[in-house]
Structure formats: C-alpha cells, structure tokens
C-alpha cells in the first residue's frame, strides 16, 4: 500500500511569507502529527490530528498551525516566516489505541528553506 | 523538563563488529521506547518497539534493551554491515500520546 506522501518536497520562501504543506496518510491510518527536524535540535513535535481534531500540541508558536480533512489528509501552515523556520518538516501518520503505544510511519518531508 | 540524550553524535565501527547506541532520559517515565532508522534526504523509519515491562527485545541483528531503573536503552546491531550506516534515533512514549525524539546518532560502518 502508499505511504505516506508529503507536497512539496523542497520549497524556497523569503521572510515574512507564509507556507502550506500537504500530507496524505496511509489509507486507514486517523493519526496524523507532524515534526520539525533540525540540526541542532533534532526532531521536535509540532502537532497530533486525529479525526479533524487537533489531540497534541507541541512549544511552537502560534505561526504555526495545522488542520486534519474528513478523509485524515491533513496540512500545516507556517505564517510570517523567520529564518529559523528553515528545516525538515516531516508528518508522520499511524493507528493510535490498536497496541497503546504510537508507532509511526514518517513521510519523506518538505524540506522549507527560508531566505 | 523531559529530556532524552542518546550517546554521540557519530558512531565509527568496523564491519563485522557490534554497534552500540545508548539512550538516556531524565524527568520522564515512558511507557515504551521505540528506535527509528533515518538514511539522508527521507524520514524516519520504525524498527523496533520495547515496552516499560520488558527488559530486551531482539529483531534479527537487532536487540534493544530497556532499563527504567537506569533509564536507559541500549540498541545493539551484531555483526554490522556497510548499510547499516545511517542516524539511529530514541523515541519514547506514554501511551496514545506525542513521541518525543532524541537527536539521533549516525552511525558509520566502515569495510
């Protein structure tokens, strides 16, 4: 079956811009969350969705924000965009509550630079 | 705060050879940790999952242990190969709640 597929792959914005990513989950899968991953800090939680609702939360600013579709796709958006927002945004999908404990299938990412 | 550190940044090892990875957490009392493989330019992928309640688990070459007393896990691949080479990342979790990650360690595994 098709795992999980982020859009776009690679995007350039300048500062001040905002930015949408796409993510599709596996087929079945309602849990989708998505991380930023950087060099210094590695991979840092951003957000949980589950069902259209937003379960989890992570220390992020409110320029970063997030939505979940009926059909699980789900997409994040980065508003006003700063330097330090460059990164590796992956989303990572899975079927919380069958084992209790969350196993996920990462896409490839959106690697965001911003200039 | 919940902090997670796994041993270095970079491992080097000779073919052959078992590589060890190590996990350390403080603040924390997870009810599992799971390990993921990251090879360049893709996500991670999961590999293996241990629970609060078991003390090894072993996955062909590979095996995990978990020590809450000491908070740590170990995550040992026996006889590595070259393409083992990639960043191994530590995550744990309470149940049907966020993973938190380590920032990972790259391991090389020279011939």
């Known amino acids: 079956k098709a795992g999980v597929t982020q859009t776009p792959r690679y995007l350039i914005k300048t500062r001040g811009q905002q930015v949408t990513l796409s993510c599709s989950p596996i087929s079945g899968h309602r849990s989708v969350s998505w991380y930023q991953q950087t060099p210094g800090q590695g991979l840092q939680f951003l957000f949980e969705?589950?069902?259209?609702?937003?379960?989890n939360k992570g220390n992020f600013p409110g320029r970063f924000s997030g939505r979940q579709f009926s059909n699980s796709r789900s997409e994040m958006n980065v508003s006003t965009l700063e330097l330090g927002d460059s990164a590796l945004y992956l989303c990572a999908s899975s079927l919380p509550g069958t084992t209790g404990a969350n196993v996920l299938t990462f896409g490839a990412g959106s690697r965001l630079t911003v200039l | 705060s919940q902090k997670i550190e796994q041993n270095s940044e970079a491992l080097n090892i000779q073919e052959g050879k078992t590589a060890t990875l190590t996990c350390n957490y403080t603040n924390y009392s997870p009810a599992y940790l799971q390990w993921y493989r990251q090879d360049p330019g893709r996500g991670p992928v999961f590999l293996l999952l241990i629970r609060e309640n078991e003390k090894e688990k072993r996955k062909e070459r590979l095996k995990v242990t978990f020590d809450t007393t000491l908070k740590q896990s170990l995550f040992h691949i026996t006889a590595s190969q070259p393409a083992d080479s990639a960043t191994y990342l530590c995550a744990l979790g309470p149940n049907t709640d966020k993973l938190i990650f380590g920032t990972g360690t790259r391991l090389q595994v020279f011939p």
């Open positions: 969705y589950f069902s259209e609702t937003q379960r």
